[in-house]
């Protein structure tokens, strides 16, 4: 039975219960953004010193409670951006998430496009504002050659871009999340197609149509001066390729101060990294990420309306160069529950394979935004 056979079960289930009992929901955002950015003199051809992208956001939800425990809902997100420089939305520049979920006493279940457990689970650096610590929006006010991925250009990633395993995206996958015990949740995720933009799969890749298996665990416990998360994932893709991340945070009052670290690497030969190539939709590198680690590491504050956070992001590729470094912070403000500000500055150094002017860029950035909510 496909995925999407499955999925249909929730949703016909959830129809059929009576109309007044539903739970019905829309919510979204619209975010835009102002960067300046300065860039080494080198690489000034590469980058605009002025930027304005812009991004936004409906959610659409179906809930509806059983007794004894029960619960089934169906959602849809739509999202959208402009000048985005990475576009790894489902359609690229635009793109949709459609899934259901089923809660019960024994833990709950999800089936469709969702992250796997791993990010879902994950724990690490504090992510003040939009930009985000992992998969950072940074690019798109300083370009990252090492990261790669265009509607029209194929898809390379040198370099791993998150500490999560975000390997396959919101692929469509069948997870499940036990019940609390002991301050501990334990999650897994199948995902028959690992192919999908929100991803780091090149789709025109000999194992692009493969499956995914994702086993994750989170715990929270008080240790009594603080409050500590600690996650822990493990990913089989491809049958070849291995992947293991760590976090952890602590929490003290308003405090807190977090990192994670992800390690990928191939096992056997099938399928070996790509490091010639003579098809262009499949170029040198272009999943270079399979062998290499990243890791993350921030502190953040709050105080009322603001929250700020100092993280640093590094990326390596174990056989080559390749290497990313972003130092960033962040800061946003809670004008009301309809309006943020947003304020970052950031440093950045994208090192590649080689010296070539087009695999290397390095400068700052200093970002103003507006987020409204409804």
Known sequence: MRIWKLFLLPVIWTSTASAGEIQYDISGNA????????????????????????EGAIYFSAEKDFSNGYAAGV???????????????????????????????????????????????????????????????????????????RNSGGTSFKTLNSTNLNTDGVAPKISYFSPEFYGTVIGASYVPDTDNRRGLVNRFARYARDDAYV???????????????????????????KEFSAGASLQRGNWILGGSWRKTWVEGNDYRITNRSTNPKTPDLFDNYREGKAWNIGIGYRF????????????????????DKILMFSNDIQINKYLNIYAVAAHVNFKGENDSLYNNNKGYAFIAGLGVNF
């Open 31 to 54: 975010r835009m953004f102002y960067g300046y950015s300065d860039v080494g003199s080198r690489y000034e051809s590469l980058d605009k010193n002025n930027n304005f992208p812009a």
């Open 75 to 149: 959602y849809l997100d739509i999202m959208a951006a402009s000048d985005k420089e990475v576009q790894n939305f489902n359609n690229g520049s635009w793109g949709k998430q459609i899934f259901a979920s089923l809660s019960t006493p024994y833990g709950q279940w999800s089936l469709g496009e969702t992250f796997n457990a791993a990010v879902q689970l994950a724990v690490g650096a504090p992510d003040v504002g939009p930009l985000g610590v992992n998969n950072s929006d940074i690019v798109n006010f300083i370009i990252n050659p090492n990261w790669y991925r």
């Open 215 to 241: 086993l994750a665990a989170a715990n929270e416990t008080d240790i009594g001066f603080a409050n500590l998360s600690t996650s822990v994932a493990y990913g089989i893709y491809h049958k070849t390729d």
């Open 304 to 323: 009322g309306p603001l929250k700020s956070a100092l993280t640093y992001f590094e990326a390596k590729a174990d056989n080559t160069d390749n290497k």
